[in-house]
């Protein structure tokens, strides 16, 4: 008898082990963002959302953000406090390397995967100037499309297929066909809402 109730506490402490490491393990979702380079422009969007587990925490944070008066936009997903950090720490480096924002980016992602704390940091980053669209990772990579689409977060792979479709198959501008799409990523994707910021700058390719 003793050891039935043995196992039965033991059964129990496991199962309240197994809910409480599952609760811990909840991630937040800041997501998606697409940028569109086409015709002229240049637009990158964001939706609202953010997720912490199964639970709509927030409903319209804002995800794009200019910087250097406007001469370059960046768009992040992940946590969002540490894209906070780590576009603050791309403005430096875009400071330090003034028109070359390739450098700049490539110096951030260097930092990022080598550096103890900042490769803690969860996000993925994207940044639009008007000579350059750019995906910068943790892992060291700085990621040039070759078609001007990027997308990224949970809803990234939908947003940029209807990107790509818009941009063969209508005459919508990239500001439209950016804001379109993510609509369409919104509409599958469960940690993306339809609360959509989409800022441009004319571009030279």
């Not at 990234?156 to 479709?165: F, I, K, S, W």
Request: glycine fraction near 8%; charged fraction near 20%.
């Amino acid at each position: 008898m003793q050891a039935k109730v043995c196992n039965m506490y033991q059964y129990l402490f496991m199962k309240y082990e197994s809910v409480m490491s599952s609760s811990i393990k909840k991630k937040w979702r800041s997501t998606t963002i697409l940028t569109v380079r086409h015709a002229g422009t240049v637009a990158i969007g964001g939706d609202g959302q953010v997720t912490h587990g199964d639970t709509v925490m927030k409903s319209d944070t804002r995800k794009i953000r200019k910087i250097l008066d406007g001469q370059v936009i960046c768009g992040f997903a992940g946590s969002t406090a540490d894209a906070f950090a780590l576009l603050e720490r791309f403005e430096v480096k875009a400071k330090d390397y003034p028109g070359n924002m390739p450098r700049a980016a490539t110096e951030l992602a260097r930092d990022w995967r080598t550096d103890r704390v900042l490769r803690k940091l969860e996000a993925l980053i994207i940044v639009v100037n008007q000579e350059h669209s750019l995906l910068i990772t943790g892992q060291g990579d700085v990621v040039v499309p070759s078609d001007g689409v990027i997308g990224i977060g949970s809803g990234g792979n939908y947003a940029t297929a209807a990107a790509r479709a818009l941009i063969g198959h209508s005459q919508l501008s990239a500001a439209e066909i950016v804001k379109t799409s993510l609509g369409i990523a919104s509409e599958i994707d469960i940690y993306t809402n339809n609360n959509i910021i989409v800022e441009e700058l004319p571009c030279k390719s």
